[in-house]
């Protein structure tokens, strides 16, 4: 039997060639990969894929060795290394003194080929995109230094299995930082390096919830939460923010015995209101009754442009509350990197959860973020980056009431790194998706963000990480596509 080489560079095997005068119709078909070296390794590949594709079936006598190494002008010994390998495989079978044969029962080859994968989503980046950030590349330096000398200097304990709380100089890091700057007073051995927010949420909420359980949310709120507790089993229940936060008394009203909360205390997203210290005790005062956990995101306290922030709630209570950190925004979101402040009764339930999954964090690069905290290195980026998005926070604030002839009211806390900007009334709230198409802007709409409809509409709007050229730029779009939306439909 001779072999029919097709041609490589097609895919179907109804276009099969010859590629050499010896080979003939009733030949062998596979198709070798001249990027592969190893002529062994080529021959291999080839018959694999014949097999496997069904092209060779089940009980095809395959040519001699010396046959077959003739045929395709290769040494013997490559193919008998490569029949070796596929009789290893499990995909030949040899008879004594009759030859190798196709095994049987192999899995039946796939009908179609597989559909073409379709681009993996990311996050659209344009013009006022949410969760960007600024990093100078001198930070970048003096963080890469800082991970190549952990990299380079490692123990033999470094590079064992680790413990599934991570680093424990980062949690020390982090544990000076919430005493010092949110009230918080925690032993590191309740800290856990999750990387990033939602990753933190999920493993609370797989480890301390049960699906079905009702969970109250903040509406408008963040959806990446929402994703996170709703992939857990969680029954999201929607409790309404007014000018004082999470509204406590509607919450207790739908579901008195909800076994968690998850808030935004600080800066609620995306409204920017502060739960007033009312709320807080009410809001404590409901979560020891109930028994249920509060998870506190407190994304982004480091950005503070007037006054000190209220205490974190973690402060007040370290029984009920799991505090949720990120380096998102005070370094750059693809550093995936979080923590967790956990009541020591949830440590051993999210380590085992975390076990689950993959055992424990990498080390190395928050030793080195650990490095340049302690260095004052990041203490130092964010007196920079405070003035730079304090500075972009008031160039919206003023561009775009002017821009939009007053049909923008832009609403700016005091804290964090988005703004949103309010529809006037004159403005039907329903034109809002098409002055964001008619501007080009990526920002997320306020009612996007609301499981219950109603209320005011505006536009989020992320301001840290864009230049200040792209901001008047897609302020002055924004402005003059509301007031046409203002005029187009009345
Ligand atoms: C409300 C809120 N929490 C947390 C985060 C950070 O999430 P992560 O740490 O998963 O990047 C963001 C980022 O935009 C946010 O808006």
Wanted: aromatic letters at 6%; one cysteine or more; charged letters at 20%.
């Amino acid at each position: 039997m001779a072999i029919v080489v097709l041609n490589s560079a097609t895919s179907g095997i109804n276009t099969r060639t010859t590629l050499t005068e010896r080979l003939t119709a009733s030949d062998l078909p596979i198709r070798l990969d001249p990027t592969i070296r190893s002529q062994a390794l080529r021959v291999h590949a080839a018959l694999r894929t014949g097999i496997l594709e069904g092209l060779l079936p089940a009980g095809l006598k395959l040519p001699s060795s010396r046959a077959l190494a003739m045929q395709l002008g290769m040494g013997r010994n490559a193919v008998v290394a490569a029949y070796e390998h596929l009789l290893s495989d499990g995909l030949v079978e040899t008879r004594q003194g009759a030859g190798t044969f196709v095994a049987a029962g192999l899995p039946a080859p796939q009908a179609a080929p597989s559909p073409p994968m379709p681009p993996v989503e990311r996050p659209d980046r344009g013009a006022f995109a949410l969760g960007r950030t600024h990093v100078e590349p001198a930070f970048l330096a003096r963080l890469g230094a800082a991970v190549r000398r952990r990299i380079a200097g490692a123990s033999l304990s470094d590079l064992d299995y680790g413990d599934p709380r991570g680093s424990a100089h980062l949690r020390q890091q982090i544990a000076r930082f919430l005493a010092v700057h949110r009230g918080i007073r925690c032993d590191p051995a309740c800290i856990v390096i999750v990387s990033g927010t939602q990753h933190g949420l999920r493993l609370c909420a797989n480890a301390l919830l049960s699906p079905g359980d009702p969970v109250w949310v903040e509406d408008p709120g963040y959806d990446a939460a929402k994703t996170a507790l709703t992939a857990a089993g969680a029954r999201l229940i929607p409790v309404s923010v007014d000018r004082e936060g999470i509204d406590i008394a509607a919450g207790i009203g739908a579901a008195p015995h909800a076994r968690a909360v998850y808030v935004t205390p600080s800066h609620q997203f995306p409204t920017g209101v502060t739960l007033s210290m009312r709320r807080r005790v009410a809001l404590l005062d409901w979560a020891q009754r109930a028994g249920a956990w509060v998870f506190e995101d407190d994304y982004d306290s480091e950005f503070r442009y007037a006054g000190p922030p209220l205490t974190a709630l973690a402060g007040l209570s370290a029984e009920r509350v799991i505090y949720i950190g990120t380096f998102a925004k005070t370094l750059f979101p693809g550093l995936r990197l979080g923590y967790l402040v956990l009541p020591p009764s949830a440590v051993r339930p999210v380590l085992a959860e975390r076990a689950a999954f993959d055992r424990f964090p990498q080390k190395f690069l928050q030793d080195a973020v650990a490095d340049v905290i302690a260095d004052g290195t990041v203490a130092a980026h964010l007196r920079r980056m405070r003035t730079r998005y304090a500075a972009a926070r008031e160039l919206l604030i003023e561009a775009l009431p002017t821009a939009s002839g007053g049909l923008l009211h832009p609403d700016a806390p005091d804290q964090g790194l988005h703004l949103i900007a309010y529809l006037a009334p004159e403005v039907d709230p329903g034109c809002a998706p098409w002055i964001r198409d008619r501007a080009g802007i990526v920002a997320r709409l306020l009612s996007e963000t609301r499981l219950i409809p109603g209320g005011r509409e505006g536009f989020v709007l992320g301001f840290s990480g864009h230049t200040v050229a792209d901001l008047r730029d897609g302020a002055a779009r924004l402005g003059a596509a509301t007031q046409e939306a203002a005029a187009v439909f009345p």
